[in-house]
């Protein structure tokens, strides 16, 4: 697994998709694709919204199955514990818990990124 994190709006995508060479039409929208497709993807940009629509149906995410399913995949999220912390409980749950998953993810990839201003820096390899 592969973990590119960063701000919103600093260009992660497009710098996942020019990094792993990826066109952006094969890479799967976590807002909006089925979501079993997290299994079959090689790039699922807006992990972020995926944990959330997950949160919503009240369903976990287990990184164990995702780990021995789509070992290869990368992942795009934004940092969301850096800005504002939200009044709706909803949304602070949600908050800490693409946190946690993130670094748990972080944990287990074998690379993670951090993109600011459309510039990557790896901050773990192997």
Known sequence: ???VTGGCFQGKTDYACNMFKIPKEEAADG???PLEELYC???LYHFHEYIRR????????SVERLKAEN???ILVT???GCGVVPAD???RDYREKTGRICCRIAKEAG?????????GTVIKHG
């Open 41 to 43: 993807t090689k790039l």
């Open 54 to 61: 997950l949160t919503e149906a009240g369903q976990e995410l």
């Open 78 to 80: 934004n940092e969301l």
């Open 89 to 91: 409980k909803f949304d």
């Open 71 to 73: 070992p290869g995949i």
């Open 31 to 33: 807002a909006l694709c």
């Open 1 to 3: 697994m592969i973990l």
């Open 111 to 119: 690379e993670v990124h951090r993109v600011v201003c459309g510039l």
